[in-house]
């Protein structure tokens, strides 16, 4: 149940238009970044790829330099002018014997070894003769590796005699005598390292390779590292024929990647906070006032107090808050105003049929029955009972508010015959419907009785002479017209125009001379509707009155909702 | 008659077949012997070099001679082992007596390696024997002729200081000569010992001391060279040391060779005890041979070779018998 809630919160969550605006912020500046940052990247990767290459031949070029300028200065060591010397000492050893052999001993060993101070890396100079025997800056002994070659060769690496790690470079000795006999230098692999020391990144390493391609040098000893994907540079050293690799570890080019990608990352996460700040803030500063609003509208659907709603800014939600606040305060007024239209309405019908029923209407109409049944006039009675019984049902009409036109013209008939047989028939009465169809429209009720009413009391009855009262229905192009005329005792003309001007609303009701029944229905008619609607009067003294109703079509709706209202 | 032929045929195969088979052997059982000098830069050591060269060729075996150029005791070390990883099958060397020298020559020892020594001893290394001269008996004449000269120039009651020249300090051979010379002039003449240089056997640096501190110290008046490290150069070479040995300076020493008999010819050197080196190479191959084909030693741990004596008295026939070495 709770995550059904919770999942019900987080969708209307996501659907809100502050998650949709931090969204689409969002996506509006990740998409940007996120491309540049690639193309960025591959862009620094190409560039950075060539770099290193390039970076990488100066290295093994560079290396080969170095290789080829040392090689060099060793072989003009070993091909130099025939050495005085060493010719002699070989013409003793090869002739088996070492007496008197110092001053050529001692001087080669002071030479080589004169040499090896001034050359670094030169670890050792070796005359070596066919039957093994060495003479070398180290004494006189016998080796096991006897050069069988007849040009300059390269051997090793190898380890020397005293255990270290050397390549030797050896070439036959030329000199007069020197058949069967080499002369040798042998250089150690940390020189070879020292040269090959450049690499072309921190983890890179450079490494030397002979032309059988065994590893002559190497920093991972005698092997080549094949583990990971390197980038390879090589070239050929002119002088030893050796191939210099340089290595480059693929992954390091894509690690110096990698501080741009930070970077680009840290830039992407800074830009997406800034914007997501930015986002949450523009769309709270959207979404807040929106959400206020709605609050408002929930709130005023409640009922609560629409001044309330606080409105800040000039932008478009700050005026739609404005109008919708003038729209509830509208609504709120136009509500009271009808409130007030419907208890005056209510007031006045109650009035209207209060005054009908009046006690001494229905004291003299049962009177007037007592009389006829006493005098057995049974039908009269009986009739005067149903007209009396048809008043007062239409009166009440069960409740309703409005009315058939027809069951309003027959209850003003019946008014009309209780009140003429009340009077003696001091006046005749007629009532004319002049488009049958009128008589199915609906009005209001109890709206032609109060003018008939007047018809006979204010206008017949006071004349003292037989009377007439006509009642004519008519249909006009917006509505239905009543017209009650009598030919009783009239009204002076100013009489008539401070009466229009009463019902027109420009002049107030005289004490003296009340007009409440007319009032009632003028503020009915113009209550349901319009201003356009209701009374007007005519009348010449001694001539009579004309009152004209004029009232609106009642749709069903219309009708219903003043029923309801009412 | 036919018969006497096939019979000395026969014996003659049978011969032949044994001569062929001893020579195998022989050649199969060709020994090696390494020598270690105590450098290579120092000319004392070819008279040995020669000669233990020309031993081994006699006796039909290999001599490796191998050493630092300049003395050091790593250097040492290095060949020392070299020779016990080639498996050779005697070691001869010439070394300080400290304790690194000492494990190695245990080390050859303990891996059936026979370890002699000459020249300069290292009796705690356990090695066989050593050949060498009476280092004491050295100082000691050389010593005993200071007295003689200084008496013969009425100095013997004057005080006297002097300069002692030696090569490494941990040279067991080096201490017992000062010992000998300290010894014969004990209670004879009253010598102050200024300053002991050491020259780290390096014959080149020897000459640079001598000279640069005669030309600081000209008033000393005794110079005793343990070693004759700077005698390979003629006196013009020298011209501190030669005027100071000419304004009166007595200088005696031990080491006798062609270039060091000039100087003493020159006035420079007024007395010389030399030590035979040539004998110190053959001996020790010789002995060390005969010990691993018969497994006999000498019978004492100290074979000594003798010593010769040089001065004005017997300059010209020495010259006769010594041969210029011109190595520098």
């Known amino acids: 149940m709770r995550l059904t809630k919770l999942a019900r919160h987080v969708r209307s969550g996501i659907h809100s238009i502050r998650t949709r605006l931090i969204l689409s912020y969002l996506a ?11 193309l960025s990247v591959k862009v620094y990767l190409g560039s950075m790829t060539e770099r290193v290459t390039d970076y990488s031949a100066e290295v093994v070029n560079r290396v080969a330099q170095d290789i080829d300028e040392y090689f060099r200065d060793i072989d003009f060591l070993l091909t130099r002018d025939p050495d005085f010397y060493i010719d002699q000492f070989i013409k003793l050893v090869q002739n088996n014997s070492v007496t008197n052999s110092r001053k050529y001993v001692f001087r080669i060993w002071e030479d080589f070894n004169n040499l090896r101070r001034v050359k670094p890396g030169l670890e050792d100079l070796a005359i070596t003769f066919g039957d093994g025997r060495i003479l070398s800056s180290y004494g006189f002994y016998y080796t096991d590796y006897v050069p069988q070659d007849s040009e300059l060769k390269l051997v090793g690496p190898r380890v020397n005699r005293f255990g270290r790690e050397v390549v030797t470079m050896v070439r036959p000795y030329t000199a007069e005598g020197g058949r069967d006999v080499w002369v040798s230098a042998d250089i150690n692999l940390e020189r070879l390292a020292s040269m090959a020391n450049l ?6 390493y450079v490494y030397i390779m002979d032309r059988d391609g065994q590893i002559v040098f190497s920093p991972h000893g005698h092997e080549v590292d094949n583990s990971e994907k390197v980038l ?11 191939k210099i690799v340089s290595v480059v570890y693929a992954d390091e080019v894509e690690a110096e990647l990698a501080y741009l990608k930070r970077l680009t990352y840290g830039g992407i996460i800074l830009v997406l906070v800034g914007v997501g700040f930015l986002a949450a803030y523009l769309s709270h500063a959207i979404s807040h006032p929106i959400r206020r609003l709605q609050e408002f509208a929930r709130q005023a659907t409640l009922d609560a107090a629409a001044e309330d709603l606080p409105v800040a800014g000039r932008d478009e939600i700050a005026q739609l808050s404005t109008d919708f606040r003038t729209m509830l305060a509208r609504i709120k007024e136009l509500m009271s105003e009808n409130l007030k239209e419907q208890k005056l309405l209510r007031k006045l ?8 029923i009046k006690p001494h209407f229905i004291y003299n109409t049962l009177d007037m029955i007592i009389g006829q049944l006493e005098k057995e006039q049974t039908e009269e009675a009986i009739y005067l009972i149903e007209a009396l019984g048809n008043f007062f049902r239409l009166s009440l009409s069960q409740g309703r508010e409005v009315v058939q036109v027809a069951s309003e013209i027959e209850h003003v008939r019946n008014y009309l015959y209780i009140q003429q047989l009340r009077h003696g028939q001091g006046y005749q009465y007629h009532i004319q419907v002049q488009e049958a169809e009128v008589l199915d429209y609906l009005m209001p009720r109890l709206l032609l009785q109060p003018l008939v009413e007047n018809a006979i009391f204010h206008g017949i009855l006071p004349a003292d002479r037989p009377g007439r009262v006509e009642v004519v229905v008519s249909r006009s192009h917006d509505g239905i017209v009543f017209t009650v005329a009598d030919n009783g005792v009239g009204m002076e003309p100013g009489d008539v125009e401070q009466l229009n001007r009463i019902l027109a609303g420009e002049a107030a009701a005289q004490e003296n001379r009340p007009c409440f029944g007319l009032l009632n229905v003028q503020k009915r008619a113009q209550l349901i509707f319009g201003p356009s609607y209701g009374l007007t009067l005519d009348s010449e003294p001694g001539q009579g009155t004309r009152t004209i109703l004029k009232i609106g079509f009642l749709d069903e709706q219309l009708a219903l909702d003043t029923s309801e209202s009412a | 008659m036919g018969d006497l032929h096939k019979s000395t045929a026969c014996a003659g195969i049978i011969v032949v077949v044994l001569i062929l088979a001893c020579w195998g052997a022989l050649a199969a059982e060709q020994l090696t012997i390494g020598f270690v000098p105590r450098s290579l830069g120092n ?8 000669n233990a060269h020309q031993k081994a060729l006699e006796l039909g075996v290999r001599v490796e001679w191998l050493a630092p150029f300049d003395f050091s005791t790593e250097g040492q070390l290095a060949v020392i082992e070299s020779l016990i990883e080639q498996g050779v099958d005697g070691i001869v060397v010439s070394v300080n007596d400290v304790p690194e020298i000492q494990a190695a020559i245990q080390r050859a020892l303990a891996q059936g390696i026979p370890v002699i020594t000459f020249d300069a001893d290292s009796p705690g290394s356990g090695r066989l024997f050593h050949i060498g001269i009476d280092n004491f008996k050295a100082g000691w004449e050389a010593g005993a002729a200071l007295v003689d000269i200084v008496r013969a120039r009425g100095m013997d009651k004057q005080h006297l200081t002097a300069v002692i020249m030696t090569g490494e300090p941990d040279a067991l051979n080096l201490v017992q000569r000062i010992d000998g010379f300290f010894t014969a002039i004990g209670g004879k003449l009253d010598l102050q010992v200024d300053e002991v240089l050491h020259n780290q056997d390096n014959v080149d640096l020897a000459i640079i001391m001598v000279e640069d501190y005669l030309k600081h110290n000209p008033d000393v008046d005794v110079f005793f060279f343990v070693g004759g490290w700077p005698f390979y150069v003629p006196s013009d070479a020298m011209p501190a040391f030669k005027q100071w040995a000419h304004a009166g300076g007595i200088a005696v020493g031990i080491d006798i060779f062609y270039d060091a008999l000039l100087l003493l010819r020159d006035g420079v050197l007024q007395y010389l005890v030399g030590q035979d080196m040539a004998s110190m190479g053959a001996l020790g191959v010789e002995l060390l041979v005969d010990y691993l084909r018969t497994g006999r030693l000498p019978g004492t741990d100290f074979v000594e070779v003798g010593l010769t004596y040089a001065s004005q008295e017997n300059l010209q026939e020495l010259l006769q018998i010594y041969e210029p070495w011109l190595v520098k």
């Not at chain 1, 509006?28 to 690639?38: D, E, K």
């Open chain 1, 199 to 204: 690499k072309a990144s921190p983890r890179g």
């Open chain 2, 43 to 50: 000319p004392i050591f070819l008279d040995a070099f020669e």
């Open chain 1, 349 to 356: 019908e109650i009035e209207s049929l209060t005054n009908q």
């Open chain 1, 232 to 242: 390879i540079n090589t070239v050929d050293s002119e002088v030893t024929g050796w």
């Open chain 1, 28 to 38: 509006i500046a990740l998409l940007p970044l996120a491309i540049l940052g690639w």
